[in-house]
């Protein structure tokens, strides 16, 4: 699962990931909780093949329910997600990626924030796809995180670890292709992760209106 983020502003984003297109749309403060249904900007090809930063709302949206991490797992063959995954792969900027450590009754335990020394800003393999309001009729960009095993590092706090892509990885990963990089969601080696464990002060998730669907991990594989 990852259901929160921490991210830098536009600039830092541009640079770590050579983008130049799209930057003139939106302004871009860094972000220290991003969080689903929020807007965040992603990263892909447009259709000149170029980078582009683009801001979209995270979650693809279901009639009952929300879905904000699509499993890397078999991702290719999964009825659900194998569109998006052939089509309109993305990678999501981040500094560092929090989650709250499972207990054995269920609960909830100490919040923790994962980060990479020497990489700050990280890409998180991504999908996404065209979502058009009923009421509307306007059309807005979702996005999903991929996750994968977890590793030693995340194992103890959560059984699932956000799938981190290399940065030589970007481009083929990105790169418009019959034949989808699978080989590039690998599972994030342990000595490039590090936990801190946060301050009982950091803020909770809000809670989610009674009047919204159902957030839900991951879809009908």
Request: charged share 30%; glycine share 6%.
């Amino acid at each position: 699962m990852c259901g929160r983020y921490r991210r830098p502003g536009k600039q830092k984003i541009a640079e770590a990931f050579a983008v130049s297109e799209g930057l003139d749309a939106f302004d871009l403060e860094p972000d220290d909780n991003a969080c689903p249904q929020s807007f965040q900007p992603v990263i892909h090809l447009n259709e000149n093949g170029e980078r582009q930063m683009e801001l979209m709302r995270w979650a693809f949206r279901l009639p009952d329910r929300l879905l904000f991490n699509a499993r890397s797992e078999g991702i290719e063959k999964a009825k659900f997600w194998t569109d998006s995954f052939q089509k309109r792969r993305c990678i999501i900027p981040a500094s560092a990626i929090q989650e709250a450590q499972d207990l054995p009754d269920g609960k909830k335990g100490d919040k923790y924030e994962f980060d990479i020394p020497g990489r700050e800003v990280f890409g998180m393999a991504g999908i996404w796809k065209l979502w058009k309001h009923p009421g509307t009729g306007q059309w807005e960009s979702t996005f999903v995180v991929l996750t994968g095993e977890p590793n030693e590092v995340m194992q103890p706090i959560h059984n699932r670890l956000t799938t981190v892509l290399q940065p030589k990885d970007y481009a083929e990963y990105l790169a418009f292709s019959e034949r989808p990089p699978v080989h590039s969601l690998r599972i994030l080696p342990s000595n490039e992760l590090r936990a801190i464990r946060l301050e009982k002060s950091v803020p909770k998730l809000q809670a989610k209106p009674k009047a919204n669907p159902q957030i839900a991990l991951f879809g009908s594989e």
